[in-house]
């Protein structure tokens, strides 16, 4: 019998939710974050990869996704995107509070390691190992976001 942690379909079913909020972080469009979550379990089922335990899976999963967003955006259409005119409504925005918000405005370098280590509990080693960064670089990424997000949200609870 197969471990569980090397069937595709056991792994969807477990990991999708965690797929998908990294997804979310790094796109911040529920669209193109479900385009990436298909994407990360196609390529599960394309490469077959062999998993030693859970936890070498999970980080697959979120390497993947991680590469998949960036992918997304170095497409060319997405180039040429332009602003939406003022005419044009805004899609519906998700229902989340001000601090997910504060964190989905940050730049993407900063907002997956911090969705990696508070969302996901992951150590700042193991942050560098699915990123492939040095440690110094992701303690950095994690204090420069949060000083960013100390500052938002100071502005945002000052003002009320």
């Known amino acids: 019998m197969a471990e569980l942690w090397n069937d ?3 792994l969807a079913r477990q990991y999708a939710p965690a797929v998908y909020r990294l997804a979310y972080a790094r796109t911040g469009c529920r669209a193109d974050a479900e385009d990436v979550m298909q994407e990360v379990f196609l390529r599960l089922i394309k490469a077959g990869p062999t998993f030693a335990g859970q936890e070498h899976a999970k980080a697959w999963l ?6 998949c967003a960036n992918d997304l955006f170095r497409l060319p259409w997405r180039r040429r995107e332009e602003p939406l005119e003022e005419t044009l409504s805004a899609p519906e925005e998700p229902e989340t509070g001000s601090v997910t918000q504060a964190v989905l405005s940050l730049p993407a370098r900063y907002r997956i390691p911090i969705h990696l280590y508070y969302y996901e509990d992951y150590s700042v080693a193991e942050i ?9 670089t992701v303690k950095s990424h994690l204090f420069r976001a949060r000083n960013l997000l100390r500052e938002r949200l100071k502005e945002e609870y000052c003002e009320e």
Do not use: C, F, W
Not at 62 to 67: E, G, I, K, M, Q
Not at 128 to 136: D, M, N, P, S, T
């Open 128 to 136: 560098a190992r699915i990123l492939r960064k040095q440690e110094g």
């Open 8 to 10: 595709p379909g056991e």
């Open 62 to 67: 979120l390497r993947v996704t991680s590469n």
